[in-house]
């Protein structure tokens, strides 16, 4: 499935970056989107650029494809022009809308290479570390292990019902959609059941 | 409805992200002290459900295609309180795994989507369900709440945005709420046919076919001051006439100071507003209360058409 | 000597449904590896969820279970969860944790060991099944056969006295089922198996005891049973090829001779 190839397939390479600790790759990823929303803007375009640098500096010590990287980037990068054309419809609108852009780019590119170098269960320690209460880090984990788990069980479902859906309205899409959606559900709360259980039988209370 | 970095100050980011957590800690507070442990499991499953279901898509027409948020859905089947933490790892995860979404503007997504969404959403779910009992009050009330929940989170997106100078107000609200009073029909019916599904397939969703069980109502009770906050400070700076909430808390704060440095970003709002748009705020108010009418008719035209069989269902629940 | 696990009239039933159990009764020594064999619905799995407290939801005053003469009770659970280290029949259901090494140390963590001594078995736990060097890797990207050894794992860093699986084989190819069955054997504890892949009752355990609608049919050794070919058709089994004259892999172990 796309989604596998574009989140799990570089996490585990390695290079000088793969190989920071997760809790520097963070705060760096962080200070980056920091400075870069916050410098003021027709002075502030020495700082993005600076920005700029160390970011391609750091792909490139990565040894990401930056066909990978362009490929994420491209992806995510409608949502950002969509929400920034509104910002035509005012004065200076097209030097604020090429701000947004500079700064929304730098910033997913930034979080780009945080999460295709980092695996997401060290983060979640990192996350835990920092004070995020232990019932959202539980959930979140378990959320990320079945996370594929259960994107994988409804594509099997939905190829399972168009399979035996032989007219292919608009309408009959909806509903099949709808349908495998409930049954999956039923399906992830009956999972959580026996994943309880099985945590229960390690001793968990 | 995912608000990118870049989009959001550093006051409003802020802000929304004090709000969120104050929210999110609310449902975490109630998840320890009320639910029963095993809703761990089950909340990370549902997070998994919620963003999987989210991958569906909805054929529109012309080549689109929609998708479920699911903040109404997630409050319906498992509570509100459990709907917030269960949205906020959704989001989360879309954030820092898919950077889909900025992690600045993580605080804001969770106010809109999980807090204003859920809680929100819940309320008016609630409420409606109240009035129309059984299990065809159930999915008009779900339908009409989805499409309330995704209509008001996507005027607190509006409202943060023009908080932030980003987008004006007088641009961002019309063409926000504009296009997600569409979004928003797909969303009510994906979101009743779902439940509908759920119900015919026998599994007890925590508060399945009473009318809303009275804990729910103190769920809601704690959050509301949280909700009407976010409003004040985010929404109704444009929508009336009060003084502008965020900037009077920002000067108080300290942040006005370098908020001023940065025309750019933060220049008086008054300035972009579309003549037309301040002008009527009756006609706008008209128009949208006409919008909710339609829906809330279009949601039990649904309600019917999905089950046809509550007549005899309600019988039965009583007993 | 006191048995390891003893039940006595063990009865349940689901909600409202019709009873599952009618008064099940049999005893297992230390170090004694039974096989649980019937058809599906008989109530194997209900029975096995006994074993270490998993069910009943609510105990009653006379618990009908008992491990090393320890009545199962809200009480004794986390004794219980200690002694009896339970394999499910989906692996995706017990590997609930975002890498291997996190799913084998959580047991230990639970029961209040320290970091060291909780690499340390999650090392020895990995090393037991074969795949050291796993720990960063992520569940979801393993083989079935992979996924069942790294559960085993997560439930020997427990370190029980009484191993429960509940069918171990069904998701595996020959391959790795050899091995896991190899594996099962060089431990040295007690097994309550239950199963319906009867070669494998055939390899692992000298003793079964046949479960249908709720009730214990027979117990006694597996050849014995496995090879009485009405009985077998009687409660939805066959008798295995291992067991029929002159087949080639009915080799020593499972000479019928041996047993009675």
Known sequence: MVLHDLVDHYRRDDSPIHRLPTGLKFTAALAVVAIAIAVPLPEGWFWLGLLTAFLMTAAGVSRLPPSFLARRLLLLEPFVIGAAVLALFRPHGLSVFMSLLARSTLCLLAMILLSATTPFASLLGTIRKIGVPEILVSVLALMYRYLFVMIDEADRMRKARSSRTFKAGRARSWESSAGVIGQLFVRSAGRAERVCGAMRARGWR | MHIPDGFIDAKTAIAAAALSAAGVGLALRQARRHMPRKNVPLMGLAAAFIFAAQMLNFPVGAGTSGHLIGAVLASVLLGPAAAVIVMTAVLSVQCLLFADGGVSALGANIFNMAVMGSIGGYGIYAAVHRFCGGARGRLLAAAFASWCSTVLASICCAGELACSGTVPWGAGFP????????????????????????????????????????????????????????????????????????????????????????????????????????????????????????????????????SPVSAERRPAAQG | MIPAIEVRDLRFSYHDEKAALHGVSFSIQEGESVALVGPNGAGKSTLLQHLNGLLPEKFGPNPAVAIFGRPVSTESLDETHRKVGFLFQESDDQLFCPTVHEDVAFGPQQFGHGEAEISRIVRDSLGKVGLQGFDDRIPHHLSAGEKQRVCLAGILACEPSILVLDEPTSDLDPRSKRGLIALLKSLSVTKVIASHDLELVVQLCPRTILLDAGHAVADGPTIRLLADEALMLEHGLEKPHSLQHGHPHGNTSSNPNLFT
């Not at chain 2, 829906?295 to 058409?305: E, I, K, P």
């Open chain 2, 175 to 306: 063409a926000m709420a504009g296009v997600h009073m569409v979004i928003g029909l797909g969303e009510a019916l994906i979101t009743a046919m779902v439940i509908a599904a759920v119900d015919r397939s026998g599994f007890q969703t925590r508060e399945n076919d009473q009318a809303v069980p009275a804990g729910h109502y103190g769920e809601i009770l704690t959050f509301g001051p949280l909700i009407a906050l976010g409003l004040a400070l985010f929404v109704s700076p444009f929508a009336s006439p009060w003084p502008d909430g965020l900037e009077k808390v920002a000067a108080m704060l300290g942040f006005e100071h370098k908020a001023a440095a940065q025309p750019v970003l933060a220049s008086p709002f008054a300035d972009y507003r579309i003549p037309g748009v301040t002008s009527a705020p009756a006609a706008t108010a008209f128009a949208g209360a006409v919008g909710t009418v339609v829906v809330f008719l279009l949601s039990l035209l649904l309600a019917r058409t999905l």
